[in-house]
């Protein structure tokens, strides 16, 4: 068993947009049945298992498959959703790995897609902030570590003290939008030559330092556009969702449904630029007519990215950042 904590299993957490998931995901699971008989569900970021739960007590015949490279994520939902017995299969892996899950769990067979509805809830989780062990909240002191997955061998120390300036600035300016990228990096690379970061604590001080006052006043934290550049360096998260997304699509029925939620713009583009190629005709250019099998493959659910509203915002403060949209698939064979 995963090193978990005793009070692991308080699943206070709310899960973001539930009801609205419920509501977009769950004509595709009960095509065939009210009660979600011979469909399948794919959570692909269980996390703690909130969303996961809801919808197996919703639909009481519904199976799900749930993927996290977390071992204390899959331990907790374990626990969580153990009351569903065998309607439930629990895989370690990226959502990138979601074709392999479900090739090895018997839910895609050759070119033959059995998966009715796909769920994404992106972003590190409320449970993972809380392990202040993990590195992942700029609010208290912790190894300098922010692994979604704990084997994995990179860590956020590495990154700050062993990558160059030129490429922390990179990694600062495009995955934290940081505008102070290269300043940062420059005084990084200066400390570290004196004394390695190990903490979050110092990496945190640093940033006061290096980002003028009159910018710390406004935007939020100082800290808080860094540590999302790290720990989105650290886990792959962008290039694992790209792969991810396209895969996805794929392992859905015709009918099936598929909603991400996203917490920042850089997913958000990646989420609205390959929606919007799926939903698009594959009809040449120029034609004044649809070709018969061009036609697009999904339609979309949402217009644009729906947003949480101030009600669930005042309940669940993690949900004011959302932006979920929703595609169904209306081409290919079953």
């Known amino acids: 068993m995963p090193d978990v904590p005793e009070d692991s299993t308080d699943h206070g957490h709310i899960p973001v947009l539930l009801d609205r998931c419920v509501e977009l995901l769950g004509p595709a699971?009960?095509?065939?049945?009210?009660?979600?008989?011979?469909?399948?569900?794919?959570?692909a970021t269980l996390g703690a298992g909130g969303h996961a739960e809801r919808f197996l007590t919703e639909f009481p015949a519904l199976r799900l498959i749930g993927l996290d490279r977390d071992p204390n994520a899959l331990w907790i939902a374990g626990e969580r959703l153990s009351q569903f017995g065998d309607r439930v299969l629990l895989v370690r892996t990226?959502?990138?790995?979601?074709?392999?899950?479900?090739?090895?769990?018997?839910?895609w067979e050759g070119s033959a897609p059995l998966v009715d509805g796909?769920?994404?809830?992106?972003?590190?989780?409320?449970?993972?902030?809380?392990?202040t062990e993990r590195g992942f909240s700029y609010a208290s002191d912790a190894p300098l570590d922010m692994r979604m997955d704990p084997d994995a061998p990179l860590t956020a120390a590495e990154v700050v003290n062993t990558y160059d300036e030129r490429t922390l600035t990179r990694i600062l300016r495009e995955f934290g939008e940081e505008r102070f990228a290269s300043r940062i990096a420059a005084q990084i690379t200066r400390r570290r030559a004196t004394r390695p970061f190990s903490t979050t604590g110092e990496l945190v001080e640093l940033l006061y330092q290096a980002i003028p006052a009159p910018a710390r006043r406004t935007g939020g934290?100082?800290?808080?556009?860094?540590?999302?550049?790290?720990?989105i360096a650290v886990n792959g998260e962008l290039e694992s969702l790209r792969n991810a997304l396209p895969a996805a699509l794929d392992a859905l029925a015709?009918?099936?449904?598929?909603?991400?939620?996203?917490?920042?713009?850089?997913?958000?583009?990646?989420?609205?630029?390959?929606?919007?190629?799926?939903?698009?005709?594959?009809?040449?250019?120029?034609?004044?007519v649809e070709l018969p099998g061009h036609e697009p493959e999904?339609?979309?659910?949402?217009?644009?990215?729906?947003?949480?509203?101030?009600?669930?915002?005042?309940?669940?403060?993690?949900s004011a950042s959302v932006r979920l949209r929703a595609l169904e698939k209306v081409g290919g064979s079953r």
């Open 254 to 288: 015709p009918g099936g449904r598929i909603v991400v939620m996203a917490y920042q713009s850089l997913e958000d583009r990646i989420v609205k630029n390959q929606f919007a190629a799926a939903t698009s005709s594959r009809t040449p250019p120029g034609l004044p």
């Open 298 to 318: 999904f339609v979309a659910l949402t217009r644009g990215a729906e947003r949480a509203g101030a009600e669930e915002i005042a309940l669940n403060p993690r």
């Open 29 to 43: 699971l009960t095509r065939t049945a009210p009660d979600g008989s011979g469909a399948v569900l794919v959570d």
């Open 94 to 107: 990226r959502y990138d790995g979601i074709a392999g899950a479900l090739e090895q769990s018997g839910y």
């Open 221 to 231: 934290h100082p800290a808080k556009r860094t540590f999302q550049a790290l720990r």
């Open 118 to 131: 796909i769920l994404f809830d992106l972003g590190v989780s409320s449970m993972q902030l809380d392990r």
